[in-house]
């Protein structure tokens, strides 16, 4: 897969996986306990999701392998430092500090002074943790359908609402919220909100599985608001601001999030291997079978991703590879637990783990439901299958 | 008989209670006053019937289990297979059920998502798979290969039962918990023995 990709990517790619080779105990043990990162702070793979996104300026030292420097503002670089550390553990690897979608959206939206502001922070010697707070309690991640209010008040605005199954939201110091100010997909906005602002509350959601995304429930009640915290509302047109905000955001990211659920994947498959190296007949091609649909995914996922990187952003093909990654991760998983034979689940601990993370993947960044309607649209217009 | 059948309960801590309760009845139907023992030498019930064990690492805290060297005699594993996928069966149709009242009462536009045609495609899809079980578990001369493959097909369907939830069918408050349980409850004691190969079976469609 290798000539696939540019050296500068190939050099990341061995570096990240690298750092992410040490990363399965730690993610068991945010499994148990997901306050647990606190203790992994000092691993090579935090500091690069603490770098992940934030322009090379703002940060003291900045990844250089070789020839190269990379910010990870890339998609397809993004996306391949996300599946080496997920292959290392994705839970671990949301629970990290840094910019994540937050970033995405404040690089997409925010102005100067805004960006400045927030890579400013996020570059600081503090670890940081944001969050992206757009799906709601009664509409999903409906994003023309939410309901979160931001109202006029003096000199202001105050926010009002709910957000719910938002990453990392409880442990966060700031995220971007995405809410109303007025009827219409033009109504919308993304303000950037730090959670030490008094009205502002957030509480973790008890989950099956991935519990490093450490999901959680925002409440926002009579937040304080001030003009400049809304992303791009000096200098962009409603037509270009909140609504696209989070739409360029979602498809920015969605290779990202496929990349995690092709590592999850990976390293499934490897582990079958380490453990049952003899496997024959049905068991084989089964395997097989799962190797081919994810080395087939892992190259359609980086086509995506440099496609992004040039410009060309294709909601038909991004929804399709976030959702057939998803579903192969849930396949590969359930595959493993028959391969190793009765009663894996319970003697393998590890498995265990990541089959009930490898379930997350169908409902992040829109369900496979949503996706294979933006498919059908592609289908509709001629342009998803050549 | 367990909640599930006469209204769910209130909580996830209910719902989960139940089901334990109703997984040691399956082990009284097998083995009275015992618990079934699978061919791989493993016991899974409730924290209160095993006695002994370590809990189930879903994070529930309702099942236990223990690894030992004697496995349950093959009558006792069969009637015990049975009363499990039962379980499981009521257990997805539970699921499924409730899905369908939360999808009537949940509006997109304006319009309830239990009128979207993918919804009812998925809805209709596990109908079917339970209707299937059903008639398949009803057939005579059960083989362990047979509850294997019946109950890949129950964990294919609350799959995607669980899809109908969204982000609610992974929280520890939704039903993802308890479909976990029967997921890991088949890997157990699920796997048919003898001449037919576990490996040859591995795998989903």
């Not at chain 1, 081919?292 to 892992?298: E, G, K, M, S, W």
């Not at chain 2, 009803?138 to 890949?152: E, I, S, W, Y």
Request: net charge negative; hydrophobic share 40%; aromatic share 6%.
């Amino acid at each position: 897969m290798s000539e696939l990709l540019p050296e500068r990517a190939v050099l990341l790619r061995d570096h990240v996986r690298e750092a992410a080779a040490g990363l399965r105990d730690a993610g068991m043990e945010i499994d148990r306990d997901p306050t647990a990162v606190d203790r992994w702070l000092h691993l090579p793979a935090v500091a690069l999701m603490r770098g992940c996104t934030v322009p090379v300026e703002y940060v003291s030292s900045p990844l250089r392998i070789g020839p190269y420097t990379y910010d990870m503002s890339s998609c397809l670089e993004h996306t391949l430092t996300i599946e080496e550390l997920s292959y290392g553990d994705a839970g671990f690897m949301l629970a990290c500090p840094g910019p994540l979608m937050s970033g995405v959206a404040v690089g997409a939206l925010g102005d100067d002074k805004q960006r400045h502001a927030y890579y400013q922070r996020l570059a600081g010697p503090e670890p940081t943790w944001t969050f992206f707070g757009l799906t709601e309690p009664g509409k999903g991640s409906a994003a023309a359908e939410l309901e979160t209010a931001l109202t006029p008040d003096g000199d202001g605005f105050r926010l009002d609402g709910a957000k719910r199954y938002v990453g990392n939201a409880a442990f966060a110091q700031l995220g971007v919220v995405f809410c109303r100010r007025a009827p219409g997909p033009l109504g919308i906005e993304a303000v950037l909100v730090d959670t030490e602002t008094p009205g502002f509350r957030a509480e973790p959601i008890p989950t099956v599985g991935m519990r490093g995304a450490r999901i959680s429930a925002i409440t926002l009640d009579n937040v304080r608001v001030e003009r400049e915290q809304i992303l791009g509302y000096d200098t962009l047109k409603p037509s270009r601001r909140g609504l696209v905000g989070a739409i360029r955001t979602l498809q920015r990211f969605r290779p990202v999030l496929a990349g995690t659920a092709l590592g999850l994947t990976r390293a499934v498959l490897d582990h079958v291997r380490a453990e049952r190296p003899a496997l024959a007949g049905a068991a084989r091609q089964c395997l097989d079978d799962l190797q081919d649909r994810l080395d087939a995914a892992r190259w359609h996922n980086y086509a995506i991703a440099s496609a992004i990187d040039a410009g060309e952003v294709r909601a038909d093909r991004i929804a399709a590879v976030k959702t057939r990654a998803a579903e192969l991760a849930e396949r590969a998983t359930l595959a493993a637990a028959g391969l190793l034979g009765p009663g894996a689940l319970l003697r393998d601990p590890w498995l265990h783990k990541v089959y009930r993370d490898a379930r997350a993947f169908e409902f992040m960044e829109g369900t496979g439901h949503i996706q294979r309607l933006a498919v059908f649209q592609g289908v509709a217009k001629g342009t998803f299958l050549p | 008989m367990t909640a599930l059948d006469t209204g769910s309960p209130a909580t996830a801590a209910d719902r989960l209670a139940a089901f334990a309760g109703a997984l040691d009845d399956c082990h009284e139907r097998a083995v009275p006053g015992g618990v079934v023992v699978s061919p791989a030498g493993w016991a899974v019930a409730s924290v209160r019937r095993l006695g002994d064990g370590a809990p189930v690492p879903d994070g529930s805290g309702v099942l236990a289990a223990r690894h030992g060297p004697r496995a349950s005699d093959a009558a006792a594993l069969g009637t015990f297979r049975e009363a499990l996928l039962e379980l499981h069966r009521r257990t997805l149709r539970g699921v499924l059920d409730a899905a369908v009242a939360r999808l009537d009462r949940r509006e997109s536009e304006g319009v309830p998502l239990l009128g979207r045609q993918l919804v009812r495609g998925s809805v209709a899809d596990v109908a079917l798979a339970l209707s299937q079980a059903r008639d398949v578990l009803r057939l005579p001369r059960p083989t362990a290969g047979r509850h294997h493959r019946v109950h890949r097909e129950l964990v294919d369907a609350g799959r995607t039962a669980l899809k109908l939830y969204g982000a609610f069918g992974f929280t520890a408050e939704g039903p993802g918990g308890l479909l976990h349980l029967t997921e890991l409850l088949g890997d157990t004691y699920l796997y048919p023995e003898g001449p037919e190969d576990p490996e040859a079976e591995a795998g989903h469609e």
